[in-house]
């Protein structure tokens, strides 16, 4: 395509040496649908970050920032206003101008995932789930679950400060959600969740007892490295239905192009005309 100074951008902002895959996702997509935009890798140190983030929003074509590591946990306090799922994350991965000047931030791992369980058929509206890892991303999860309606989460994490932290955040912002923590027993949930990189391969500790999982059971995977980690195939072995690591990814693109205004499309579209070649 060819960018001009009327060109739309998107700031994709990382560390310098981060490999940037969102161009190799989104622009494909814009020139297929025909939208004047462009997603444009911007590498930033972290002392230099709070300043350039200010800066890239005074641009004139700008229409919004994809936010990646290490920026999204400092990106929270740097905004006037966050979402809920984003407050409750503890980070943030997508920025945008309000029509009256205020940085808006949201965060859509967890809506990636979500969105991705959804279209496979599992009902979250009422369900039990357990979560197991409350860092970045399992707390995005937890977020988006509770958004969604399940009326229980289970949180599991080694250090307890994170999984307490974490069910303090949801319970201000879902009183009637029923939160517990400390323990990862699969057993009597309709959906678990493994948010660490445990189980990726053969002969790894697993996240939970494989065998306290029920064939009924929806099982979620956040590792991107390897499509199938040992994790999911004891889980499939034991006839549960699953999603990998990577549906997260493209299933929460569609999510940034609604919060952006761009046409949205789905992620099936987005995997066929994507020039990213993910292994998992």
């Not at 939208?35 to 919004?64: Q, T």
């Not at 905004?79 to 309000?98: K, Q």
Request: aromatic share 8%.
């Amino acid at each position: 395509m060819r960018i001009t100074g009327n060109t739309e951008l998107v700031a994709h902002i990382g560390f310098p040496t981060h490999a940037f895959k969102a161009p190799m996702i989104y622009n494909p997509w814009f020139e297929k649908c025909g939208a004047n935009a462009v997603v444009v890798p911007m590498g930033c140190k972290p002392e230099d970050y709070p300043a350039f983030l200010r800066n890239v929003f005074r641009l004139s074509n700008i229409r919004g920032a994809l936010i990646t590591m290490p920026h999204k946990v400092t990106t929270v306090g740097l905004l006037d206003e966050v979402s809920p799922t984003a407050s409750i994350a503890g980070a943030c991965n997508a920025v945008r101008l309000s029509a009256d000047g205020k940085l808006q931030g949201d965060m859509f791992d967890g809506e990636g995932f979500v969105r991705g369980v959804k279209r496979k058929g599992c009902v979250l509206q009422g369900a039990r789930a357990l979560v197991v890892g409350c860092g970045g991303v399992g707390s995005a999860i937890a977020a988006s679950l509770a958004a969604a309606g399940v009326a229980a989460i289970a949180l599991f994490d080694p250090m307890d400060a994170s999984q307490q932290g974490l069910a303090s955040r949801l319970q201000k912002h879902y009183p009637a959600l029923q939160v517990s923590t400390g323990s990862n027993d699969p057993a009597g949930f309709d959906i678990v969740v493994n948010a660490t990189p445990m189980g990726m391969n053969v002969g790894d500790p697993m996240p939970m007892d494989v065998s306290r999982i029920a064939a009924s059971t929806f099982v979620g995977e956040v590792v991107m490295k390897s499509e199938m980690t040992a994790f999911l195939e004891a889980a499939r072995a034991r006839g549960c239905r699953f999603q990998i690591g990577s549906d997260m990814l493209f299933e929460q693109i569609p999510a940034y192009l609604e919060y952006f205004g761009f046409p949205s499309t789905t992620a099936d579209e987005l995997r066929a005309i994507s020039t990213l070649h993910y292994e998992g």
